[in-house]
């Protein structure tokens, strides 16, 4: 199982960027992958997940009606589109699995990692 996320870079107040997380080893059907941040001295937080099957999303309250989680079933990646970025969205960005069809916001819940991409909104 791998997972490979890609996109992050710097970016001023009220920008945009799109992350992407190329997934690969597993069959997609079964899992959900999400995203998630970490920024400095804080925990690791839930952005936003999807189901690889159906069209179930989930978001933190703190990006929704800015981000948006989908997918592309032919290159099997999910992207995370972030519009309005905020000073406070800056953080390393995280993609990962899970098997099953519920789309946990906890951390824990995941079995699967890419490494980071960092996101830095700033002016």
């Known amino acids: 199982v791998q997972l490979q996320a890609s996109g992050g870079g710097l970016v001023q107040p009220g920008g945009s960027l799109r992350l992407s997380c190329v997934a690969s080893?597993?069959?997609?059907?079964?899992?959900?992958i999400g995203w998630f941040r970490q920024a400095p001295g804080k925990e690791r937080e839930f952005v936003a997940a999807?189901?690889?099957?159906?069209?179930?999303?989930r978001y933190a309250d703190s990006v929704k009606g800015r981000f948006t989680i989908s997918r592309d079933n032919a290159t099997t990646t999910v992207y995370l589109q972030m519009n309005s970025l905020k000073p406070e969205d800056t953080a390393v960005y995280y993609c990962?699995?899970?098997?099953?069809?519920?789309?946990?916001?906890?951390?824990?819940?995941?079995?699967?990692w890419g490494r980071g991409t960092l996101v830095t909104v700033s002016s």
């Open positions: 999807l189901r690889w099957s159906g069209s179930n999303t």
């Open positions: 080893g597993f069959s997609l059907d079964e899992y959900c």
């Open positions: 990962a699995a899970r098997e099953g069809y519920y789309l946990h916001s906890d951390p824990n819940e995941y079995d699967y």
